[in-house]
């Protein structure tokens, strides 16, 4: 028969007190102050800032006018002919037009195209130019006329006159190569006729003013438009200086 050993006592210190295991460590929570949480902190804002400066410095952008269409050499400008536009320029914004001025009432010195910005350098005053109103029939008006552009105007012989050395013959230039600066009484549609007039308006230098209504002698007028508003500096108003036929 196996006999039972009985339990061995608990251990007990040199003192005779029992024996207990390492005190638990108390958590402490965090502070708001924790070095480490500021310094964080300090991170991502510096990073916020840093981002909305490069995004700001990408963005600067000033607000210049641009061309709303093709205009030539000559035209002068309206309201409607210009586009605020915001782009960046960096240094070179001074050379273009801010939208803070007015240019309004003056006159290209050379042609723009539709969308580019206009330089300041290209504005002139209207010295020396006149505007002369052209009456032409409607049927003698291209579809392409508008304000802006180019254009050539010839007079025609009169049927019922017929062409005379006094009339100047068959086909007479009037104007050569001159900005269109307004249209006026063009209707579209079913209401439109040939025999409508259209008022086209040019500008001429004044000391040819004379000579461009002499060369039209009451006869019919047509328009010849031009692909391009680019134009010779010195053909702006050119009337004829020959009245004979063309051949």
């Excluded at 009169?158 to 005379?164: K, M, N, S």
């Amino acid at each position: 028969m196996t006999a039972v050993r009985p339990a061995p006592p608990p251990s007990t210190s040199s003192a005779g007190a029992p024996a207990t295991g390492p005190a638990p460590r108390r958590v402490r929570p965090p502070r708001w102050l924790d070095l480490r949480l500021l310094l964080g902190v300090l991170l991502v804002l510096g990073s916020v800032l840093l981002g909305a400066r490069v995004v700001g410095a990408a963005d600067a952008t000033v607000p210049v006018w641009a061309a709303a269409a093709d205009l030539a050499a000559g035209t002068e400008l309206d309201a409607d002919d210009l586009i605020a536009v915001d782009v960046r320029l960096d240094g070179a914004a001074d050379a273009y037009l801010s939208t803070s001025t007015r240019p309004a009432g003056r006159t290209l010195a050379r042609a723009v195209r539709a969308g580019e910005l206009v330089p300041g350098s290209v504005l002139e005053e209207a010295a020396g130019l006149v505007q002369v109103a052209l009456p032409v029939q409607a049927g003698y008006v291209p579809p392409g006329l508008r304000r802006g552009g180019l254009v050539d105007v010839y007079a025609v012989a009169d049927p019922a006159v017929g062409a005379t050395a006094a009339t100047g013959g068959t086909v007479t230039p009037v104007v050569l190569r001159a900005p269109v600066q307004a249209l006026s009484g063009r209707t579209d549609g079913v209401l439109s006729t040939p025999t409508t007039t259209v008022q086209v308006v040019v500008a001429v230098a004044e000391d040819e003013a004379a000579a461009v209504l002499a060369a039209i002698g009451g006869r019919p007028l047509v328009v010849v438009v031009h692909d391009s508003v680019e134009r010779d500096a010195d053909a702006l108003g050119r009337a004829p200086a020959a009245t004979g036929p063309t051949g």
